[in-house]
């Protein structure tokens, strides 16, 4: 599976999102609304996705779906 | 200051007897029970292991997925019920002042179902493994906060803890809300959801249920109430907005007495002067005597105590002529904090229809009582104007409202 089928799962599966609001250029604070509280469990499910430590500032709601996808495309190589 | 009068305009449940207020009232007309054994989770190690369950909230239909992951079953119910209260009474909330909308809702344990699951992560899998939405879920006030964030609700808002009381008080000081003008209409109720294995455990051990699993207040045989979980939410308007916008009124709420025993921490007063003061506080301020009452509705907690202070209650309010009477909730359990709301929509629905449910679960009067209400058979046909609906709770907590039909 790839690392934006993971994301998406995440983002579908883990947080309850819609499959079509998932889009790659979707930010996730003003397109997802994603609040300070769900940000918690974005973090949570995605290091739980991919066995990893994100560290603090990485994931939050300025970024994009496509952010997180090449932010973990980086960290696994 | 001339007060306004408060009507209530839409009823919204989800019940064990039903989530539709035709069929949940059809249901008590009807005497069928919905106590029974719980099969939620294991429960048969528990001394009182009868309850009301509902079976589908109703609310996946309504919100999505996203947002119910994030809440208790308290919430999610009142979520369901604030729903169908509002199109009940034709509410389009986008399109009203929502400044001058408010909500008070009463619980008595708040979300124990939520907070369970998270307090075994947080013990076997660390911080980490607990929901971020833990702190949001758990608390009594998350109904309250969950309607005013999903409808957009930004007016006076409350959330009364007061044990069993606490949605009587909460319809009782929402009427009071728009007759000073603090709101144009409340929604106003409460929900519990007590069928958790904690918040089962915690209601066990308060001595007060049922072991037997039958709930049959002021009969020789009961041994305390059984419970069951749901909500009940009641629009309750400002009477001339009502009129001008041609609403149905189902009823004023025309009196509300709330008084406090002063005498044991959880134990009623056994005189019921305490309860009898709320009940005539409640007929005074509606500027009525205890003559007026067509239908009266217990509180009916089915302990000898309890039971035998509001039988006391009652002889001393009404002396000889107590009018007549039902416990339908005894059908589908005593819904604690939320079961003021649910006795309030049986009462609209009682003068609604003309039929009152008189079904109380008593069939032997306990002879301690001064007077025990005793089963009469089915649904009697009368022509009911005005209700009296009693609710107590633990540290002596009285509540009584009055419903007048229009």
């Given at each position: 599976?790839?690392?934006?089928?993971?994301?998406?799962?995440?983002?579908?599966?883990?947080?309850?999102?819609?499959?079509?609001?998932?889009?790659?250029?979707?930010?996730?604070?003003?397109?997802?609304?994603?609040?300070?509280?769900?940000?918690?469990?974005?973090?949570?499910?995605?290091?739980?996705?991919?066995?990893?430590?994100?560290?603090?500032?990485?994931?939050?709601?300025?970024?994009?779906?496509?952010?997180?996808?090449?932010?973990?495309?980086?960290?696994?190589? | 200051?001339?007060?306004?009068?408060?009507?209530?305009?839409?009823?919204?449940?989800?019940?064990p007897?039903?989530?539709?207020?035709?069929?949940?009232?059809?249901?008590?007309?009807?005497?069928?029970?919905?106590?029974?054994?719980?099969?939620?989770?294991?429960?048969?190690?528990?001394?009182?292991?009868?309850a009301g369950m509902v079976?589908?909230?109703?609310?996946?239909?309504?919100?999505?997925?996203?947002?119910?992951?994030?809440?208790?079953r308290?919430?999610?119910m009142?979520?369901?019920?604030?729903?169908?209260?509002?199109?009940?009474?034709?509410?389009?909330?986008?399109?009203?002042?929502?400044?001058?909308?408010?909500?008070?809702?009463?619980?008595?344990?708040?979300?124990?179902?939520?907070?369970?699951?998270?307090?075994?992560?947080?013990?076997?899998?660390?911080?980490?493994?607990?929901?971020?939405?833990?702190?949001?879920?758990?608390?009594?006030?998350?109904?309250?906060?969950?309607?005013?964030?999903?409808?957009?609700?930004?007016?006076?808002?409350?959330?009364?803890?007061?044990?069993?009381?606490?949605?009587?008080?909460?319809?009782?000081?929402?009427?009071?809300?728009?007759?000073?003008?603090?709101?144009?209409?409340?929604?106003?109720?409460?929900?519990e959801a007590p069928i958790?294995?904690?918040?089962?455990?915690?209601?066990?051990?308060?001595?007060?249920?049922?072991?037997?699993?039958?709930?049959?207040?002021?009969?020789?045989?009961?041994?305390?109430?059984?419970?069951g979980e749901g909500?009940?939410?009641?629009?309750?308007?400002?009477?001339?907005?009502?009129?001008?916008?041609?609403?149905?009124?189902?009823?004023?709420?025309?009196?509300?007495?709330?008084?406090?025993?002063?005498?044991?921490?959880?134990?009623?007063?056994?005189?019921?002067?305490?309860?009898?003061?709320?009940?005539?506080?409640?007929?005074?301020?509606?500027?009525?005597?205890?003559?007026?009452?067509?239908?009266?509705?217990?509180?009916?907690?089915?302990?000898?105590?309890?039971?035998?202070?509001?039988?006391?209650?009652?002889?001393?309010?009404?002396?000889?002529?107590?009018?007549?009477?039902?416990?339908?909730?005894?059908?589908?359990g005593?819904l604690?904090?939320?079961?003021?709301?649910?006795?309030?929509?049986?009462?609209?629905?009682?003068?609604?229809?003309?039929?009152?449910?008189?079904?109380?679960?008593?069939?032997?009067?306990?002879?301690?009582?001064?007077?025990?209400?005793?089963?009469?058979?089915?649904?009697?046909?009368?022509?009911?104007?005005?209700?009296?609906?009693?609710?107590?709770?633990?540290?002596?907590?009285?509540?009584?409202?009055?419903?007048?039909?229009?």
């Amino acid at each position: 599976m790839s690392i934006e089928d993971r994301v998406s799962r995440v983002f579908v599966d883990g947080i309850g999102m819609e499959p079509g609001e998932v889009t790659p250029n979707a930010c996730l604070k003003d397109d997802l609304g994603i609040d300070s509280t769900e940000m918690v469990e974005v973090v949570v499910a995605l290091e739980k996705e991919f066995g990893t430590k994100i560290p603090d500032g990485i994931i939050h709601g300025g970024i994009t779906v496509r952010d997180v996808v090449d932010y973990f495309g980086r960290s696994i190589q | 200051m001339r007060l306004k009068r408060a009507v209530i305009t839409g009823l919204g449940i989800v019940s064990p007897a039903g989530n539709d207020k035709d069929a949940f009232f059809g249901n008590l007309i009807r005497g069928v029970s919905f106590v029974r054994e719980i099969d939620r989770f294991d429960a048969s190690r528990y001394p009182s292991r009868h309850a009301g369950m509902v079976a589908d909230t109703g609310a996946e239909g309504i919100f999505n997925k996203r947002l119910l992951k994030k809440l208790d079953r308290f919430s999610e119910m009142s979520l369901a019920a604030a729903e169908s209260a509002l199109r009940d009474a034709g509410i389009h909330i986008e399109t009203e002042d929502r400044e001058r909308a408010g909500i008070i809702l009463g619980n008595a344990i708040g979300g124990w179902g939520f907070a369970e699951v998270e307090l075994r992560d947080l013990y076997t899998g660390g911080l980490r493994d607990v929901s971020p939405y833990q702190a949001t879920a758990w608390f009594p006030a998350a109904p309250q906060g969950q309607i005013s964030i999903h409808y957009g609700i930004k007016g006076f808002a409350k959330t009364i803890i007061s044990d069993v009381a606490s949605s009587h008080l909460a319809i009782g000081y929402a009427a009071r809300a728009v007759m000073t003008g603090k709101a144009d209409f409340v929604l106003a109720g409460g929900a519990e959801a007590p069928i958790s294995p904690y918040a089962l455990l915690c209601c066990n051990t308060s001595g007060e249920m049922s072991m037997i699993g039958g709930y049959t207040p002021f009969d020789k045989r009961r041994d305390g109430y059984v419970t069951g979980e749901g909500a009940g939410i009641l629009i309750v308007e400002e009477y001339e907005r009502a009129v001008d916008r041609g609403a149905s009124i189902y009823a004023e709420i025309k009196g509300f007495g709330h008084t406090s025993d002063g005498v044991d921490p959880v134990k009623p007063d056994p005189s019921g002067v305490g309860l009898a003061r709320a009940m005539e506080g409640a007929l005074g301020s509606a500027g009525l005597v205890a003559g007026d009452i067509d239908y009266l509705m217990p509180a009916g907690m089915a302990g000898m105590l309890h039971d035998r202070s509001e039988s006391n209650a009652v002889r001393r309010v009404f002396g000889e002529n107590v009018p007549a009477a039902g416990i339908p909730k005894t059908l589908f359990g005593n819904l604690l904090g939320a079961s003021g709301a649910l006795d309030a929509v049986t009462g609209c629905m009682a003068m609604s229809k003309g039929i009152a449910p008189t079904h109380t679960g008593c069939a032997s009067p306990d002879d301690g009582c001064g007077w025990a209400v005793s089963q009469k058979g089915l649904s009697v046909v009368k022509d009911i104007r005005r209700v009296m609906i009693n609710s107590t709770g633990r540290g002596g907590v009285n509540a009584c409202i009055v419903l007048e039909r229009l």
